[in-house]
């Protein structure tokens, strides 16, 4: 009996000896697969780094680009209406003191409609004799209503300096000459992370005029480079596209670059960004040389980690059966009320996911493993920075705890749902640095859509989709503070559509609609896009535009511009060809002036030009009084 049960304790343990064995090498193979797996994940996330890197760089280059040029641009465009709008106005002098002032401004030239140079101002030398005079009055003379930009190459300067041209009218619509502002596109992020990242990229700047003039400027930072035309870099990049949405543009890896591509806002003006995708996986090679030398420690100390396995075994089943009993009762909490917890571990850099929150997620626990990152990596993209700012704004004691809603990727499509956060921080450090954090999350994405949409019916006309009189009231209050902080005028622009009770009656209320639908689109289109936002209809077919920042003038301008469009277009709606006419009433804010004083005059001037015939724009005095006519006579009228 005796000799039984020492032979049963060694066949035990003999047993164990084994068991421990076949964990070891179990253990080796499962590190050593997971090393191989952090190494591909590494270089996935190298590439995706790169994308995301560029991305960035090409937005806020580009968005540093707009703000120069725009700002050049408004530059020459108030300059050409002050020297006409304001008596005795000193133009020369004017130009030379912003140009002084502005360290991206550095020169300008004034041409007379004859083509001679008047007065002219610049930080630099260069030969006005290769200025093409004829070509740049030919084209402003023609009714160029948009900024050009041209290359700096057509005038014997440098790269790195670009000239943006303005047409220069009377208000009686004389052409008197062009205006050409030049500036320098610089560098503002010197001696940061971004100024080193875009020193090892390749960029040029280019823009299409609808004449398909061409200018380009090449980064500072690197020598010539040879680019393909603007118009075969287009065929290019539909061609190899294949890549999220940045704005307008792209980004995606060709080869072993990352090519970025967007059309900057309201501009002609397409930046093209080329980075070498070595520049990115630095922390790649350093994970593969790891994991060979991590490799043969493992193997080291896998001897050892079998001793222990039997202490661990124990340990994990003592705190998993707490951890369980824990979860059980959490987990009935949590699904009586639909939300899901998580808990982040700051110093580790890891957080746990409660099993509902899969659900809400619609991710299967046992396929995929919810990590720090990619639980943050499921967040939308444009509602990243605002969930870490109410985060940031918790931890640094502002708020006692953090609450917003953000867009979250559910499933394994492409789907996303609106999810409700909440949560503070549990835990501090020495230093007050937050340790931990416990959140609860709930899927709000179908109240989220229900509020979405009710917000937008509110503002917005059905028929049209333009913004109502409700949106209008609210914008039009907002661009009176906007004056009364600049102390710049704006305007409105009242258009109604010439007898169109007539239609009505002549082809019926469905033809109607399609009527207010083509005038809405050809407005549209005639607008920039800065302008297209304040597009509004008050009702029927009275619709106003808000000009910020613009006198009588300029709104007279607006006006003018789609009042040809709408005569140049005739409509075709139920197999009738229907010749449309509007007309537009212009009144500019006066001082002490409220915005339904403004619109009333502007009503007022659109009242006057339907009673001198219609098809026409009609301007509100400036500064004598007017007497309006009472509503009923209006109305008939406009009818």
Known sequence: MPAKTTYSGWRRILDEQFLSVFLSIGLLLGVLFLMAWQTVSERQTARQRAIDTTGFAITTYGDNLSSILIKADNTALMAAREAVIVPDFDLERHLSTMIKDDNN???????????????????????KTVLPVSEIIARHRDDWIEPAFRATSTLGLKSGYLAVERGIWSPNGTFLGVIMIFLAIENPYEDTPLERFLAGSRMRVATLNTDDLLAEVQSPHIGTTDWFSARQEEAFWDLNADSDKIDMGGVALFGEFVLARKNLDGLPI?????VPINSFMGNYDTTRQTALIASGVVIAVTLFLFLQIRIDRKTKRRNERKRLELDKRLQFALDSTGQGLWDWDFAKQQGYYSDNLYRLMEIHHGEVCLTFDSFKDRIHADDR????????????????????????????????????????????????KPKRMIGLLKNIHHQKLKRIDLEFKARHDPLTGLLNRTAFE????????????????YCMVMLDIDHFKKVNDTFGHDCGDIVLKRICDITSRALRFEEEKLFFRL?????????????????????????????????????HHIDITISAGVAAHRDNELPDITLRRADWALYQAKNTGRNRVYRAPGTTDVSFPDSETMTNTVL
């Open 105 to 127: 401004l550095v020169g300008y030239i004034l041409l007379d409609a004859a083509g001679r140079i008047t007065h002219d101002f610049t930080f630099f030398d260069f030969d």
């Open 270 to 274: 397409t930046i093209y960004m080329q």
């Open 385 to 432: 920075k605002q969930f870490d700012a109410a985060i940031a704004e918790h931890i640094s004691g502002n708020k006692p705890a953090f609450e917003i809603e953000v867009r979250m990727h559910v499933g394994s499509e492409d789907q996303w749902n609106w999810f409700h956060h909440s949560g503070s921080v549990i835990e501090w450090d020495r230093n007050r």
């Open 474 to 489: 609210d914008y039009a209050r907002r661009v009176h503070a906007l004056s009364l902080r600049t102390n710049r005028p």
């Open 539 to 575: 009702g029927g077919e009275e619709f106003v535009i808000l000009l910020p920042q613009n006198d009588c003038a300029a709104g007279a301008a607006v006006a003018e511009r789609i009042r040809k469009n709408v005569c140049a277009e005739p409509i075709l709606a139920d197999g």
